[in-house]
């Protein structure tokens, strides 16, 4: 009875939140932040999708809430916090109605707010976010620098090759190799040069463009010497029976 009553007390609207003039719509003092671990119930825009579960977190950063719609265990000895999430990320501006349904799980004599929540919400570690970013970042400029501007899909195809076992660059059209070796149209392997001292880093790349121009060749057509297997295999011909003439035709 004591458990109903609580419940009873808790369930009720809760205010929408709203985005304005840049202050935090969500504080320690509000009832939002307050209801996080609670179950609750709210209307989503544009479709007026309705969502039940328990409220995750609240986030000034994004302006958004998180909720957690796995249906409470039917087993009692069982939490919800031991269950597989099924979450949902909600912006402010989505929201149309939130309804307190429950009191929800939480850490026994804790204060309402994160630090009583079940599941348990760390803190974000913003330093790592953002070096995550940065790296993220690198690697896209990174692959960036790997394309060719203005240069054709054989230039391109060189490039790959001599960059899966070589340091390479490009330089406007020009292939750098190993900061040492140029490569310049038509990528041949006479057009391979180096500045003076660094001369010696030109047999290895011309090894490594021999062996693409020659797997390009191979692959490009049957090898001298082999004819294609169409042509290799001798088809059987039907030939057609001749039909003797009608009497009196």
């Not at 249906?71 to 307190?100: R, V």
């Not at 850490?107 to 976010?129: N, R, T």
């Amino acid at each position: 009875m004591a458990a109903d009553h609580k419940r009873q007390a808790t369930a009720g609207k809760i205010a929408t939140p709203k985005v304005a003039g840049g202050k935090d719509v969500i504080d320690s003092d509000s009832i939002l932040y307050k209801a996080v671990g609670a179950r609750i119930k709210i209307t989503v825009a544009p479709y007026n999708t309705v969502l039940e579960g328990t409220l995750f977190t609240t986030c000034n950063i994004t302006h958004a809430i998180a909720i957690n719609t796995t249906p409470a265990p039917p087993n009692p000895s069982a939490t919800i916090s031991s269950q597989p999430g099924d979450y949902h990320i909600i912006p402010f501006a989505h929201i149309l109605n939130i309804e307190l349904l429950g009191a929800g799980e939480r850490v026994e004599g804790s204060a309402p707010g994160f630090d009583g929540a079940l599941p348990s919400i760390a803190k974000v570690d913003l330093d790592a976010v953002r070096a995550r970013e940065e790296a993220t970042i690198r690697k896209i400029k990174e692959r960036d620098a790997m394309r060719g501007r203005g240069v054709s899909k054989e230039a391109q195809e060189i490039f790959d090759a001599l960059a899966r076992t070589l340091p390479c660059r490009w330089h406007d059209t020009d292939i750098i190799v190993n900061d040492a070796v140029i490569i310049s149209k038509p990528y041949s392997l006479e057009d391979c040069k180096a500045p003076q001292g660094k001369q010696q880093s030109i047999p290895h790349v011309k090894k490594v463009l021999e062996n693409f121009f020659a797997k390009k060749k191979s692959g490009a057509g049957p090898q001298q010497g082999q004819q294609p297997q169409a042509q290799a295999q001798n088809p059987r011909v039907s030939v057609a029976t001749p039909i003797a003439p009608r009497k009196g035709g």
